[in-house]
């Protein structure tokens, strides 16, 4: 088992794994360098294996139906588990009410509670006097620092003298963030520097070193503290890239999101993710998606950069119809796109690695 930053973890997505609402949980069980994921919390697909269920390939994390199970699982493995860790990223980033016993159940024995979710756990008297009882910790990831510890921009971002890209989307919930990690890794492998910028609280859970979660930050604050990442970054890893993680996308009603990223962390060029399956905005019938052309345009116009490639999500496609679903979007837009989700991330790399700055 290789270290990570903060142990064994048992993952909470009961009733949300593989949809929308499982993202976080989705991230951990496809990598993360905060955790080792231990088994994921989901009745609905108690018995499996969460990678099998979630891509097609197994990776020996089980889902199970209960705390009581999971900590069952890790005792099978002769694991201590440090980490209970909430998976869930549903709509308004509210916590159900029946996660609060399995949540007790965590602290009851002593397990630090992560959450990524705008109910604050820290803000529940009951959890908190628990914690302090069995000398465990709440983080509330999303908890806003107070404001004598944020950034406003100052314009530092200029002395980034690295490729810089941001992983943009035609809608939420799309793959972003997952397509930022695997080029990330595919520039890596290719004997290169990259860093990521996280920008909500899943990258943080995976472990991105500078991270900042947009969603939850003071406006006044949401240019600087992308900025701050980009240049701390830059100034103590000295990368040949760096990816900027996007939020939301630029024209979604409920989460509109990237015109900071673009504004402040001034992306040399955009990678655009997109799923050729999706009419409406993720959870919004009746909000048709604009076209992909016009998103284009909408960047070009409000950053003055190109979109560089496509990052193709597959979603209701069948294997046998990404290629020609990629070669589809491709004529759309006479940009090349990549599925790198199921076929790796060398090709795109590639075409980055070209544009590094000498």
Request: proline residues 4%.
């Amino acid at each position: 088992m290789s270290k990570k930053l903060d142990g064994s973890a048992i993952v909470y997505c009961d009733g949300a794994f593989n949809t929308p609402n499982g993202k976080t949980a989705h991230g951990l069980v496809r990598f993360t360098e905060r955790y080792q994921v231990e088994a994921v919390i989901d009745g609905k697909y108690s018995g499996q294996d969460a990678g099998l269920v979630l891509d097609g390939k197994a990776n020996g994390i089980p889902i199970v139906d209960s705390f009581a199970k999971a900590m069952e699982t890790c005792q099978q493995k002769n694991v201590q588990p440090k980490q209970f860790v909430i998976g869930l990223a549903p709509d308004g980033g509210r916590l159900p009410v029946e996660a609060k016993s399995e949540i007790k159940e965590a602290l009851q024995i002593g397990l630090n509670v992560d959450s990524g979710l705008h109910d604050f756990l820290t803000n529940d008297p009951v959890l908190v006097a628990l914690a302090k009882e069995n000398d465990c910790t709440i983080r509330d990831v999303r908890k806003t620092p107070d404001r004598d510890q944020l950034h406003f921009f100052t314009g530092d971002i200029e002395e980034v003298n690295c490729l810089k890209i941001a992983v943009l989307g035609t809608d939420s919930a799309i793959g972003k963030r997952t397509t930022a990690w695997l080029i990330v890794h595919a520039v890596r492998k290719a004997g290169y520097k990259a860093e990521m910028v996280g920008t909500g609280q899943t990258a943080w859970m995976q472990g991105a070193q500078y991270s900042m979660i947009m969603d939850s930050c003071i406006n006044d604050f949401v240019s600087g503290e992308i900025e701050h990442a980009v240049v701390n970054a830059y100034q103590e890893k000295k990368p040949d890239l760096i990816v900027i993680e996007g939020q939301g996308s630029l024209m979604n009603p409920a989460y509109p999101g990237g015109f900071e990223i673009l504004a402040a962390g001034r992306p040399d060029f955009v990678i655009l993710q997109h799923a050729p399956t999706r009419k409406e905005y993720d959870g919004f019938p009746g909000y048709p998606l604009h076209p992909i052309d016009e998103q284009i345009n909408a960047i070009k116009v409000i950053s003055g950069k190109d979109v560089l490639a496509i990052t193709l999500n597959h979603e209701l496609l069948r294997d046998d119809q990404i290629q020609s679903a990629c070669k589809d979007v491709t004529a759309e837009t006479g940009l090349p796109c990549f599925d790198v989700l199921k076929f790796g991330a060398d090709d795109l790399a590639q075409l980055l690695i070209d544009k590094i700055k000498k």
